[in-house]
């Protein structure tokens, strides 16, 4: 399997073999977010492995920080993206090419195999430029009827003055991230909000006006958190990223808004909220789980059988 994550700053290219361990083979920056300058860049680095692995490889998938309906890229808040085709990524027809949003994949991988493991109802929360997030019941995200489900961070838990990139008002996502801690500290919207919000989380202990900035995001995140729980009704919420870290900065803060955010009969006995076990890894083990997945399934097996036998130096022994 090749696995792509292509995230708002930068993008990698792992292969995994069917254990499901991604090996990063190529990363890089995005020299500007310029849809066909970021596909060719990833195609190139994508071909090349194709190139490298040949027959073997059997299926793609690609984590991305967008909205995904129909395995296409609607829309990406993060990246100032419309629709984008991301066929380019695959060199050979023959090879599926598997599209997720990044946060939907890595609340898979910690269901199957961090954080909450074994457990059958999980509730995945990420903040990286905004908060995305998936429910995952019995080792499967709830995509909804188009695929487009788990926009977790365009509920309107946020300012309803403030308009999102996304089209829609008062959203979640501007509420918690580097642009939230930069609006209360009263500088400008920042480029990179998610390199902007990791700076002001290493500032924090000594500054008690960033610490503020922070802990005002922590509560804003943990409120829709306690939205979240009281809807969804989770055996176990995992945290990824850097909704992990504003929970460590400000975790007073943070457990107060969400026991406050709980229904009453959820008090005594709320859902464990963990730290992803996979870290920023997440997405692109969830994209290899994803490719695994496809190519397990009776049809997946029967084309590569099917393959197989019409090149007979991939066959086992019997020819020998
Ligand atoms: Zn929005």
């Known amino acids: 399997m090749i696995a792509v994550d292509l995230r708002q700053e930068d993008w990698r290219c792992a292969v995994a073999p069917l254990d499901g361990k991604p090996d990063v083979a190529e ?34 998938c690609v984590a991305i920080a967008a909205t995904v309906q129909h395995g296409r890229v609607v829309q990406s808040a993060v990246l100032g993206w419309d629709a984008v085709d991301l066929a380019a990524l695959t060199a050979d027809p023959r090879v599926p090419l598997l599209i997720g949003n990044d946060a939907t994949l890595a609340g898979l991988a910690e269901a199957r195999q961090g954080a909450a493991a074994g457990a059958a109802t999980v509730l995945h929360l990420t903040v990286e430029v905004g908060v995305g997030g998936t429910l995952v019941v019995d080792g499967r995200p709830m995509h909804g009827a188009t695929g487009a489900g788990g926009e977790f961070g365009h509920l309107p838990f946020g300012d309803p003055r403030l308009r999102c990139p996304c089209g829609a008002r008062g959203c979640w996502d501007l509420a918690v991230d580097g642009r939230a801690i930069a609006r209360r500290l009263g500088e400008p919207a920042p480029r990179d909000p998610r390199t902007y919000a990791e700076q002001a989380l290493a500032r924090t202990p000594a500054d008690p006006a960033v610490r503020a900035a922070v802990a005002h995001a922590a509560r804003a995140l943990a409120r829709g958190l306690a939205g979240l729980i009281n809807a969804l009704d989770p055996a176990v919420v995992t945290l990824g990223s850097l909704a992990e870290s504003l929970r460590a900065a400000a975790e007073p803060e943070f457990t107060a808004a969400l026991a406050d955010g709980l229904m009453r009969f959820r008090r005594p006995n709320p859902p464990p909220v963990l730290a992803a076990a996979l870290g920023r890894d997440g997405a692109l083990h969830g994209a290899v789980v994803t490719a695994l997945d496809h190519v397990l399934t009776e049809e997946g097996l029967a084309a590569w059988a099917a393959q197989c036998s019409s090149h007979p130096r991939h066959s086992t022994s019997a020819a020998s």
């Open 27 to 60: 990363a890089g920056t995005h020299r500007s977010r310029d849809p066909e300058q970021v596909v060719d860049t990833v195609a190139q680095a994508v071909r090349r492995l194709h190139r490298r692995y040949g027959d073997r490889v059997r299926a793609i």
